[in-house]
């Protein structure tokens, strides 16, 4: 990318900008400058002086993680995982709040329920013998683990009912995935 007067490089510390440009970053770039948006995001996040500010760093952190993922399982798989657990954070730091899906313990344990191929049953049937299974299995399982480690949280914020039985079937399922 070329610089004319005045302009910076996307990578020239980033660490160091205001949440304005962070945010205009995060609306324009691609590729890896998102990602470093995205770190830098949810560093502020964790370290932030309010609620607000919170709320604010952490919006930005999962936007760039959202425009930053390419378009393989992986890819989508690790967005997946970065996101699900941030908006956990979010929701156990700064409350539930139904009005805001980022922060709804609904919407999050729909979205994860949406992101997981197998079910419950499922899962825990090829976990018995995942050491005899093919790698692109244990890739699969392994897969699902990382998409539910926040659930047994998450369970605490949803009231009785199907949705929370789910997520609670996949809580105890999965310390038994490789």
């Given at each position: 990318m070329s610089t004319g007067a005045g302009q910076e490089e996307?990578?020239?510390?980033?660490?160091?900008r205001s949440f304005e440009r962070l945010r205009a970053m995060a609306e324009?770039?691609?590729?890896?400058?998102?990602?470093?948006?995205?770190?830098?995001?949810q560093e502020r996040a964790y370290h932030s002086n309010g609620p607000a500010e919170c709320r604010q760093w952490a919006k930005l952190s999962l936007l760039?993680?959202?425009?930053?993922?390419?378009d393989s399982p992986e890819d989508r798989t690790r967005?997946?995982?970065?996101?699900?657990?941030l908006r956990m954070w979010v929701i156990d730091r700064l409350g539930p709040d139904d009005d805001d899906p980022d922060r709804s313990p609904d919407t999050l344990a729909s979205d994860t329920l949406d992101a997981l191929r197998l079910t419950p049953s499922q899962a825990g049937a090829l976990a018995g013998r995942w050491r005899d299974s093919a790698i692109e299995q244990i890739r699969?399982?392994?897969?699902?683990?990382?998409?539910t480690a926040h659930l047994a949280?998450?369970?605490?914020?949803?009231?009785?009912?199907?949705?929370?039985?789910l997520l609670l079937a996949w809580a105890t399922v999965r310390p038994r995935l490789p």
């Open positions: 996307p990578g020239q510390d980033l660490d160091r324009n770039e691609h590729g890896r400058h998102l990602e470093a948006v995205r770190l830098i995001a760039a993680n959202r425009r930053a993922h390419g967005a997946a995982i970065q996101d699900f657990m699969e399982l392994r897969r699902h683990k990382n998409l949280g998450l369970a605490g914020y949803l009231e009785p009912g199907p949705t929370r039985d």
